[in-house]
């Protein structure tokens, strides 16, 4: 009964240095998305994808890329860490419901320091 | 472009005290509408979700209406406990596209006092 399992909890990065956030899901759904949250901001979409192989960018996307080689896993990827991307990082999926709703599954978060 | 208002920002209240708490969004071209709880350091639980064509939606001592027409949603807490206190977040799934994403308001932090 995992659902969504984010790896790592916490890191703290020097700026400059790369690094991966992994999401796993293991409910099947089709749609992976990766949010950010900041004091005072809610959270706000970096990238989703709607399907296995596909991806594309949401509201905050600069300095992030991402890729869905499996439809259970979505990376996140820093290539060079910034202080502006210290913030907590939350993975999600989500499938339709019959009734044509959507309802959509959070993992624990990642919280992400960069030095 | 779709806007998600939650007020007010943090709330104070004594043990037993029955509450609601607020959402407003800018377009009601929307799919549905899902209230979340996160405790400190946490992810998001799922509380309550309510599609576009229902008007509310209850799980124990949770209530949660939708007025799409005038932009609204309310979590209703009825005699709240300590254990309840926590950040709400509302969240729309916008009509716009099919990607299903959810826009999210700030959060309401609440505080039930023993």
């Known amino acids: 009964n995992a659902g969504v399992t984010q790896t790592p909890k916490f890191r703290v990065l020097k700026t400059g240095q790369s690094m991966t956030l992994l999401c796993a899901q293991d409910m099947n759904h089709e749609y992976m998305y990766w949010y950010r949250q900041d004091p005072g901001m809610g959270l706000r979409l970096i990238h989703y994808s709607v399907g296995e192989g596909t991806t594309a960018k949401g509201e905050v996307p600069d300095g992030y890329n991402v890729s869905r080689l499996k439809k259970q896993n979505f990376l996140l990827g820093l290539e060079s860490a910034a202080p502006s991307q210290t913030s907590v990082y939350f993975c999600a999926s989500s499938y339709t419901r019959r009734d044509g709703s959507t309802e959509a599954f959070f993992g624990q978060g990642t919280r992400l320091t960069v030095v | 472009k779709q806007e998600v208002t939650q007020i007010p920002a943090a709330l104070s209240v004594p043990e037993g005290e029955n509450l609601v708490l607020n959402c407003s969004f800018t377009?009601?071209?929307?799919?549905?509408l899902q209230w979340f709880r996160q405790d400190p350091g946490k992810g998001l639980t799922s509380l309550l979700l309510?599609?576009?064509?229902?008007r509310e939606q209850t799980s124990g001592r949770l209530n949660a209406s939708l007025d799409k027409s005038s932009g609204r949603s309310t979590l209703y807490i009825a005699a709240s406990q300590p254990g309840d206190s926590a950040t709400y977040l509302c969240a729309v799934n916008p009509l716009v596209d099919s990607s299903y994403k959810l826009i999210f308001g700030s959060g309401t932090r609440l505080l039930v006092r023993p």
């Open positions: 309510i599609q576009s064509s229902q």
């Open positions: 377009d009601s071209a929307i799919y549905n």
